[in-house]
């Protein structure tokens, strides 16, 4: 089949993990669901931050740490400002798991009550819903959850129903599906828990990486993404917040940093955001994501999600050729983004991990931390490609030649 004409974004080359071979192979990295590869521009600014501006923030008055200041809180700014979000409210945590901690221990235990209910989704990553399964149990709320159609979708209709009892404290949502790549309507879910007085979390972490996202218009109370999937490096996530509500929230952490002053028996607080980052910050991480995001600023992100989509589409089609091949997810690229779970007649996820990774091509064979989710599907696990913006059309290819000679052995 000829792919030329599926999209013309290739930067390959500035990826450097990418000119790796193995076995003598090309890599076929179909697995940035999980965590993406690094533009050359990221490790240089990692490389940059330690070689040459390396020190503590916020305490040093030598040029060396204003140095270090300026290169971590410009990246925040930078950051605010690709999501369309106040900087101040901007607040960096370890991964997007932690984000949405700091919102269920900070936010739920000192708001929720018996007779409140959270509302999940039944496709949440156990990031989204592990914490909310804890915060309910500690506040006596109910966690309920929102159904996955058969077209992997939710039921706006379903929610309505849900606020309606009056008893929905808050919304928590993941912006995108990371096994069935459902885009999901966050700004209407948003406008419609307002509506009903509900606020609303949206997980953005398969998100951020791939569509553009404008805070302002979602309108959503807290925004959680992660870096490592969005080109940056790992150990660094981001929170954006309201900030009345950041600032009625009591701190999660404590310790330096996030304090104002200190007595012997109590302290004050830090202003926003650095009331909720205590201790030294992940300096070089955040460094790092601010270049991710300006390698993702240039390419420009209505460009990145065009590819993907057009990437999306012309592996739905040469999947679904496949005979016994099944994918989950809604039908058509327009409404998922890049991210296709399927399973192989008589094939087990992991067999096909292993045989596809005999030809380099590496996908996720596992339930992507949604077992509620497999449950819902029927499944124990399923095989996941998902792409990058450094994925090209012959990486689909050699993921459907691999998983015809996976078949080949199996029938075998
Ligand atoms: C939708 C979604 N939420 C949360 C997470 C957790 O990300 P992290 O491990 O970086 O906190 C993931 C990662 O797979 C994800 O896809």
Redesign the pocket.
């Given at each position: 089949m000829a792919t030329a004409a599926v999209s013309a974004l290739d930067v390959r080359a500035d990826f450097p993990i990418l000119a790796r071979e193995i076995r003598g192979r090309r890599l076929v990295y179909l697995d940035s669901?999980?965590t993406s590869q690094k533009p050359a521009s990221v490790l240089a600014a990692l490389d940059d931050y330690y070689r040459n501006h390396n020190a503590n923030i916020h305490r040093g008055v030598y040029t060396l740490a204003q140095e270090a200041d300026a290169l971590f809180e410009g990246a925040r700014e930078r950051i605010a400002a690709f999501v369309r979000w106040p900087v101040a409210s901007t607040i960096f945590t370890r991964?997007?798991?932690e984000a949405i901690n700091l919102v269920a221990y900070s936010w739920a235990r000192a708001t929720l009550r018996p007779g409140d209910a959270v509302l999940i989704t039944e496709m949440e990553?156990h990031?989204?819903l592990v914490p909310w399964q804890q915060a309910t149990q500690a506040t006596g709320a109910q966690l309920r959850y929102l159904a996955v159609g058969d077209d992997g979708t939710l039921s706006l209709d379903e929610l309505d129903a849900q606020l309606a009892r009056g008893d929905v404290r808050l919304v928590a949502v993941?912006h995108v599906s990371?096994v069935l790549g459902t885009i999901n309507p966050v700004e209407e879910i948003v406008r419609r828990a307002h509506d009903a007085g509900a606020l609303v979390l949206v997980?953005g972490?398969?998100a951020v990486p791939q569509l553009p996202v404008d805070l302002g218009a979602i309108g959503a109370d807290f925004y959680a993404w992660?870096g490592?999937k969005a080109l940056g490096p790992t150990g660094v996530?981001v929170l954006h917040a309201r900030a009345e509500l950041l600032e009625q929230m009591p701190p999660f952490l404590a310790g330096g940093d996030m304090i104002l002053t200190v007595e012997a028996q109590r302290s004050t607080w830090n202003e926003l955001p650095w009331k909720f980052e205590a201790g030294t910050s992940m300096i070089a991480q955040a460094i790092g994501l601010g270049a991710a995001i300006d390698y993702l600023g240039a390419l420009g992100m209505a460009n990145v999600r065009a590819h993907e989509q057009a990437l999306t589409a012309h592996a739905l089609e040469r999947l679904r050729a496949i005979d016994g091949l099944t994918v989950f997810g809604p039908p058509g690229a327009q409404e998922r983004g890049g991210v296709i779970s399927f399973a192989l007649d008589g094939i087990h996820p992991h067999d096909i991990g292993e045989l596809l990774d005999r030809r380099n091509v590496c996908v996720r064979a596992s339930h992507h931390?949604a077992q509620p989710l497999m449950r819902r599907l029927g499944v124990q696990a399923t095989a996941r490609a998902s792409f990058g913006p450094y994925s090209v059309p012959a990486d689909i290819d050699a993921l459907v030649d691999a998983i015809g000679e996976a078949q080949e052995i199996f029938a075998g």
């Amino acid at each position: 089949m000829a792919t030329a004409a599926v999209s013309a974004l290739d930067v390959r080359a500035d990826f450097p993990i990418l000119a790796r071979e193995i076995r003598g192979r090309r890599l076929v990295y179909l697995d940035s669901a999980s965590t993406s590869q690094k533009p050359a521009s990221v490790l240089a600014a990692l490389d940059d931050y330690y070689r040459n501006h390396n020190a503590n923030i916020h305490r040093g008055v030598y040029t060396l740490a204003q140095e270090a200041d300026a290169l971590f809180e410009g990246a925040r700014e930078r950051i605010a400002a690709f999501v369309r979000w106040p900087v101040a409210s901007t607040i960096f945590t370890r991964n997007v798991t932690e984000a949405i901690n700091l919102v269920a221990y900070s936010w739920a235990r000192a708001t929720l009550r018996p007779g409140d209910a959270v509302l999940i989704t039944e496709m949440e990553h156990h990031s989204n819903l592990v914490p909310w399964q804890q915060a309910t149990q500690a506040t006596g709320a109910q966690l309920r959850y929102l159904a996955v159609g058969d077209d992997g979708t939710l039921s706006l209709d379903e929610l309505d129903a849900q606020l309606a009892r009056g008893d929905v404290r808050l919304v928590a949502v993941a912006h995108v599906s990371n096994v069935l790549g459902t885009i999901n309507p966050v700004e209407e879910i948003v406008r419609r828990a307002h509506d009903a007085g509900a606020l609303v979390l949206v997980d953005g972490a398969q998100a951020v990486p791939q569509l553009p996202v404008d805070l302002g218009a979602i309108g959503a109370d807290f925004y959680a993404w992660t870096g490592h999937k969005a080109l940056g490096p790992t150990g660094v996530g981001v929170l954006h917040a309201r900030a009345e509500l950041l600032e009625q929230m009591p701190p999660f952490l404590a310790g330096g940093d996030m304090i104002l002053t200190v007595e012997a028996q109590r302290s004050t607080w830090n202003e926003l955001p650095w009331k909720f980052e205590a201790g030294t910050s992940m300096i070089a991480q955040a460094i790092g994501l601010g270049a991710a995001i300006d390698y993702l600023g240039a390419l420009g992100m209505a460009n990145v999600r065009a590819h993907e989509q057009a990437l999306t589409a012309h592996a739905l089609e040469r999947l679904r050729a496949i005979d016994g091949l099944t994918v989950f997810g809604p039908p058509g690229a327009q409404e998922r983004g890049g991210v296709i779970s399927f399973a192989l007649d008589g094939i087990h996820p992991h067999d096909i991990g292993e045989l596809l990774d005999r030809r380099n091509v590496c996908v996720r064979a596992s339930h992507h931390c949604a077992q509620p989710l497999m449950r819902r599907l029927g499944v124990q696990a399923t095989a996941r490609a998902s792409f990058g913006p450094y994925s090209v059309p012959a990486d689909i290819d050699a993921l459907v030649d691999a998983i015809g000679e996976a078949q080949e052995i199996f029938a075998g």
